[in-house]
């Protein structure tokens, strides 16, 4: 999170090159695949390899275009931890971002693979990323399929593409 805010806080950068930043921190430190598997649950199971990949492909590009929408929004805020658990290969960071007139909690989960630590789940004021996307995706599934969710997936992402804003 500090990186993301130094980005933000970088006057030197242009809105192209924030972004750019951004989505490389993103990348780095999200575990896409792993967000996918819990989110589609028995659903990844049924996926075909094709399905599965364009899955992970448009999931990624709807959370960083729904964060960068969110960034947008940046006015100074600050990030600061609270407190860390580590059990094994799993752990969970507690932040807050810190407004003018609240502290809101942000948490994170991670899981190790190797070396590195990487983010499966974001929880902002208890709610968590993936629970609320595996909900509204399971009844998407059901109603129209793998194809019809990941059409919708696609729909959604280049709606967020086409509003996008530059980061100041």
């Known amino acids: 999170m500090d990186g993301v805010v130094g980005v933000l806080n970088d006057k030197g950068l242009t809105s192209t090159e924030r972004r750019d930043r951004v989505s490389t921190i993103v990348d780095e430190t999200f575990d896409f695949q792993a967000m ?14 094709n399905q599965q990949a364009r899955f992970i492909e448009l999931f990624r590009e709807l959370l960083e275009n729904t964060y960068f929408s969110a960034l947008d929004s940046y006015s100074g805020q600050t990030a600061r931890l609270g407190w860390e658990r580590v059990k094994g290969k ?9 407004t003018s007139n609240a502290e809101i909690p942000v948490s994170y989960k991670l899981r190790q693979k ?15 990323l993936v629970s609320n996307y595996r909900t509204s995706f399971r009844n998407l599934v059901k109603q129209k399929g793998m194809d019809g969710l990941l059409e919708q997936l696609q729909q ?13």
């Open 114 to 128: 190797q070396d590195d630590w990487f983010v499966y789940d974001v929880i902002v004021n208890g709610v968590s």
């Open 36 to 49: 996918s598997q819990i989110i589609l649950a028995t659903n990844w199971r049924n996926a075909s390899k």
């Open 90 to 98: 799993r752990a969970q960071v507690q932040t807050f971002v810190v």
């Open 156 to 168: 959604k992402v280049a709606k967020l593409r086409s509003k996008q804003t530059p980061v100041q």
